[in-house]
């Protein structure tokens, strides 16, 4: 129901993709062909008008309607689904607002009104309960498991250059809020103020020891210490450096929404290769692009799935240096 270009992007979704078991028959839409607003790829198959769409549902002549028009139309929609009730089809609705960029819409209920949520979170409910499950059970088997590797990296690390063994920084965490993410120091100066320059190629700043460590990732062992105090997850967007947050944040759209989950020790962007350092704004939206589809699209089932493609992908980092 409506002629117009969400109407022809669903019409198009349903003859493309025949497991949703469609069989499109047509638009309705009360503008005839004639009218200039009407997308031309449209005309021929606008099958009637609004009042014919009411007659074609009561005699099961359609089973499935979607509504496609403006909010701008709200009291037309009202009549039509007031009418609607009185027949036995399913009927859809599509508010315009849905072509914006929300992050993990859903309705819920606050008192006698429904809401729905523009930017949220995945962890709520039983989802909240699983990721926190998922993140206290793999982060302890892996602090079990790589408790004598840590030790000696700490001695080599201690042994050969001055300074801690562990590297603090600030980043943001889970709704903005800052967190001090822990890493073995790699460096033989480490920035942590208002601005912070990215580890390059043959950086000078980066001891041997380092090199190791950052190349094979182990570095960020520590950081499953920070999953366990809850400020961080297994899986999820990486953080960033507090200086380079707000860097970013006012050079690329909804970078913030990223930080709606808590941050990762590893994440889908960095499986797809976009770790490391970013030299382009082009690079980075990229990163936050993955990191935005991983936050709308959340199941365990795809954790364990990252989880597993990074112990064989992720350890050794050719974009890490």
């Known amino acids: 129901l409506g002629a117009n270009k969400v109407g022809n992007d ?18 309705f839409d009360d503008r005839t062909e004639a009218d200039e607003r009407i997308p031309k ?10 009042d014919d769409v009411i007659k074609s549902a009561c005699t099961r002549q359609i089973d499935v309607l979607y509504i ?3 909010l701008a139309a709200e009291q037309r929609i009202i009549t039509l689904l007031d009418e609607l009730s009185d027949s036995a089809i ?41 990721k926190k499950a998922e ?5 302890s088997i892996i602090v079990a498991l790589t408790s004598l590797p840590m030790l000696l990296i700490a001695i080599a690390i201690k042994l050969t250059s001055p300074g801690p063994v ?19 120091r790699s460096m033989t100066s480490c920035d942590n103020g208002d601005v912070i320059k990215q580890a390059e190629k043959n950086d000078s700043r980066i001891t041997k020891v380092g090199a190791f460590l950052r190349k094979t990732s182990l570095d960020e062992l520590p950081q499953f210490f920070n999953v366990l105090d809850g400020s961080m997850s297994v899986v999820g967007p990486r953080p ?23 941050p990762g020790i590893t994440g889908w962007a960095q499986i797809n ?49």
């Open 68 to 70: 496609a028009l403006p």
């Open 240 to 262: 960033h450096a507090v200086a380079h947050n707000e860097e970013y944040r006012h050079q690329v759209g909804s970078y913030m929404l990223r930080h709606l989950v808590k």
């Open 10 to 27: 669903i019409a198009r979704k349903m003859q493309e993709d025949i497991s949703l078991g469609y069989n499109f028959i047509g638009f």
């Open 41 to 50: 790829e449209l005309v021929g198959s606008i099958k009637g008008s609004f």
């Open 166 to 184: 562990i590297f603090k920084q600030k980043r943001y965490g889970i709704n903005g809020k800052e967190l001090m993410v822990y890493k073995f």
């Open 273 to 321: 290769g976009y770790r490391g350092e970013t030299k382009t704004i082009e690079q980075m939206e990229k990163r936050i692009e993955y990191d935005l589809y991983y936050i709308r699209n959340w199941s365990l089932t795809w954790d364990i799935k990252i989880i597993i493609m990074t112990v064989f992908k992720g350890f050794v980092n050719k974009n890490a240096y």
């Open 135 to 139: 993140d206290m059970i793999v982060a």
């Open 90 to 130: 399913a009927v859809h609705i599509i508010p315009n607002f849905f072509i914006y960029n929300i992050l993990h819409a859903r309705w819920h209920n606050i008192g006698p009104y429904q809401a729905l949520s523009i930017y949220d979170t995945p962890f709520y409910g039983a989802g909240s309960l699983v």
